[in-house]
Nanobody, 124 residues
């Protein structure tokens, strides 16, 4: 059974940094492109960043380009999101998932089961 466990969220002041980690288990290998999403209050879940299986290609939402960095460690079955220069509008619950269909630029399907997410709050 696929399990996605996100961690690393918290409360941070504007301009601060956080590093989120997603630990993946239940896959037969880690051969999936991975995606970080977030859901801000009152909005739908949106793609934040994504990366291919080998980590060589990445994609970012315009709102986070130049501030967030996605990376993965296939040996540890983890994918991380380094978030720098955080803004109040980055406040959201952050989730990871694996890409089952589509591309890292236009994902079409992910696993149906989601992790619990990790809350990021940016506030002074």
């Amino acid at each position: 059974q696929v399990q996605l466990v996100e961690s690393g969220g918290g409360l941070v002041q504007p301009g601060g940094s956080l590093r989120l980690t997603c630990r993946v288990s239940g896959f037969s290998g880690f051969g999936y492109s991975m995606i970080w999403y977030r859901q801000r209050p009152g909005t739908e879940r949106e793609l934040v960043a994504s990366t291919t299986v080998d980590g060589r290609l990445t994609n970012y939402a315009d709102s986070v380009k130049g501030r967030f960095i996605i990376s993965r460690d296939n040996a540890k079955n983890t994918v991380s999101l380094q978030m720098n220069n955080l803004r109040p509008e980055d406040t959201a619950v952050y989730y990871c998932n694996a890409l089952l269909d589509g591309s890292i630029w236009i994902p079409k399907r992910t696993f149906d089961n989601w992790g619990q997410g990790t809350q990021v709050t940016v506030s002074s």
